[in-house]
């Protein structure tokens, strides 16, 4: 008996190195090439962890803000940021958990993204700004407004999340989601699993383009990198996600504020103009528009298209 427990401990003992070997050597291969663009960036130091964000151009201030997973990053505005900061001053940052920012382990709520809007205009910007959103990013900048309106002008909101999806909150087979994922060397290893090249790949070719083939090497390797910068620790966000903690009803929000709102979506994403009635419908002065031959990431996928419409809502 005594000769199985100490097999199965050396075993255990193994494993937990081989484990542990694997996450170091994939941590090492996606960041063995700095795949993000720099341009000039600099670091706000907030509370919760250093954010880092870039800022062109001269005029009224735009502020984008990418989706809040852990693959995304300001990139996601690589191909609008330069046109939009022919106007405008273009504020682009990394979100907490996200690219070159800060990557703390704690848990990660949507009220936290509140605060750091919220700070980020009052402590850098400075004025009123005009906000743009991809995907879930939408609802703390919702709350945000309503919190402090006086800090918005305009919102736009590409791809918003769902609405029934955003107020799922935090249960038992979340909170065990979440749990495993935080664990040191086996939810490294899921987070390593979940945030694959070739998942991530495949994610941009069903889910976010509606032209897979128009998924770039660079794009893909951006995504991957941005995964996996600072040794993977892109996982305290993903289980926050997983766990719900990032999610909240902003349903009383949206028939509070008063602030021009327009809602993008991608003509070929599914149940997209069924999502954005529901926004509508809680809010009536909500406006609308979509953008042909795109799905998720109109910005990346048809940019021109996408400054077009952006300038026309931006400037009238």
Request: aromatic share 12%; with cysteine.
């Amino acid at each position: 008996m005594k000769k199985k427990i100490k097999n199965f401990t050396l075993l255990l003992v193994i494993t937990t190195i081989l484990i542990f070997l694997i996450n170091k050597v994939i941590n090492f291969m996606a960041n063995f090439k700095d795949h993000l663009p720099r341009g000039n960036g600099k670091y706000f130091v907030w509370r919760y962890g250093d954010i880092y964000y870039t800022k062109k151009g001269k005029g009224s201030p735009v502020l984008l803000i990418h989706d809040m997973e852990p693959y995304s990053s300001a990139y996601e505005w690589n191909k609008v940021i330069n046109h939009l900061a022919r106007n405008n001053t273009v504020y682009a940052i990394d979100l907490l958990g996200c690219g070159r920012s800060d990557k703390p382990n704690l848990t990660y709520t949507n009220y936290m993204y509140v605060q750091l809007v919220n700070d980020f205009i009052q402590n850098v910007i400075g004025e009123k700004t005009h906000v743009i959103t991809t995907g879930t990013s939408i609802s703390f900048v919702v709350m945000a407004c309503q919190i402090e309106p006086d800090h918005f002008g305009k919102l736009i909101a590409v791809s918003p999340a769902d609405l029934y999806e955003l107020a799922q909150s935090p249960d038992r087979h979340s909170s065990i989601a979440k749990y495993l994922i935080e664990l040191p060397i086996i939810g490294t290893l899921i987070y390593n699993f979940l945030m694959s090249k070739n998942t991530i790949l495949n994610m941009l070719i069903d889910d976010c383009y509606y032209k897979g083939h128009l998924v770039s090497d660079n794009t893909l390797n951006s995504y991957y990198h941005s995964a996996h910068l600072n040794n993977g620790q892109g996982k305290y966000l993903l289980a926050s996600i997983n766990g719900h903690y990032t999610n909240i009803n902003i349903v009383p929000a949206l028939k509070k504020i008063n602030n021009s709102i327009c809602l993008i979506g991608g003509k070929e994403h599914d149940h997209m103009d069924e999502i954005i009635d529901e926004y509508k419908s809680f809010n009536s002065s909500i406006e609308s528009a979509y953008i042909s031959n795109s799905k998720y990431l109109p910005q990346m996928e048809n940019p021109e298209k996408f400054l077009e419409l952006v300038n026309i809502i931006l400037h009238s």
